[in-house]
């Protein structure tokens, strides 16, 4: 059965902490990896990667995909109270159109 | 250009009563995707449609239905509500399917349903 797995569950770090969040996955037709960041609302898109090895960056954000080893990564750097949220990462099965999500990462960042 | 919309975006129901939402796509999406998210089990996938068909389906009883329309607009019908259904339902819209599609999923801001 398709899987994706987050870790960790929960993290509480302080302003400036870097935090590297995780996501393994086992899905039968990879097509693609999306990560989200998810406050009080509708889950906001942060990146998407098909390619092993390319970094994906946006300010304080980035992101790596390995295909041979099946995970991504999400390293926020310089952390503000205002990234507190959950991380949600999704992986696209290119022969079923599912998204399959994770559980989550919920990032607290204490001033 | 306007974004995902659902409709209504909080609702209280009664256990066995029915519940339709509703989700607007971003205008020239065709895919529109519906979740459950529950804080123990997070988003589970519900059922996609494409041009007004169910193109995949997730692991939800058959009280769990949908539909879409040419306009690419869909909703989503619960019948006979369970206390467990409780949750904030999403929809999301893709250009997946089009030349130059992002492959990105775009999500609403749901429907926060509670069944007492």
């Known amino acids: 059965e398709d899987k994706v797995v987050q870790s960790p569950l929960s993290l509480v770090v302080h302003e400036g902490d870097t935090v590297t969040l995780n996501c393994s996955y086992e899905?039968?037709?990879?097509?693609?990896l999306l990560w989200y960041k998810q406050e009080k609302k509708a889950p906001t898109f942060l990146f998407m990667l098909?390619?092993?090895?390319i970094e994906k960056k946006s300010g304080r954000l980035s992101s790596i995909l390995d295909k041979k080893e099946l995970f991504s990564i999400l390293n926020i750097t310089a952390t503000q109270t205002g990234d507190s949220a959950i991380y949600l990462c999704?992986?696209?099965?290119?022969?079923?159109?599912?998204?399959?999500f994770g559980t989550g990462t919920r990032l607290k960042v204490l001033a | 250009k306007a974004g995902v919309t659902q409709t209504p975006r909080y609702l209280i129901k009664t256990r066995g009563q029915q519940v339709t939402l509703s989700c607007s796509p971003i205008?020239?999406?065709?895919?529109v995707s519906w979740y459950q998210q529950t804080p123990g089990q997070g988003l589970q996938f519900l059922f996609e449609?494409?041009?007004?068909?169910?193109?995949n389906k997730g692991n939800f009883p058959g009280r769990f239905s949908g539909r879409q329309f040419s306009n690419s607009r869909s909703e989503m019908n619960v019948s006979t509500l369970e206390l467990g259904d409780s949750a904030l339902y999403l929809c999301?819209?893709?250009?997946?399917?089009?030349?130059?599609?992002?492959?990105?999923?775009?999500f609403g801001p749901g429907t926060r349903l509670t069944v007492l």
């Open positions: 999301a819209s893709s250009d997946r399917d089009s030349l130059a599609s992002t492959d990105t999923q775009y």
């Open positions: 899905v039968t037709n990879f097509r693609s």
């Open positions: 098909t390619s092993s090895g």
């Open positions: 999704a992986v696209e099965d290119s022969g079923t159109y599912k998204y399959i």
């Open positions: 205008s020239g999406h065709r895919s």
């Open positions: 449609y494409f041009s007004e068909t169910q193109r």
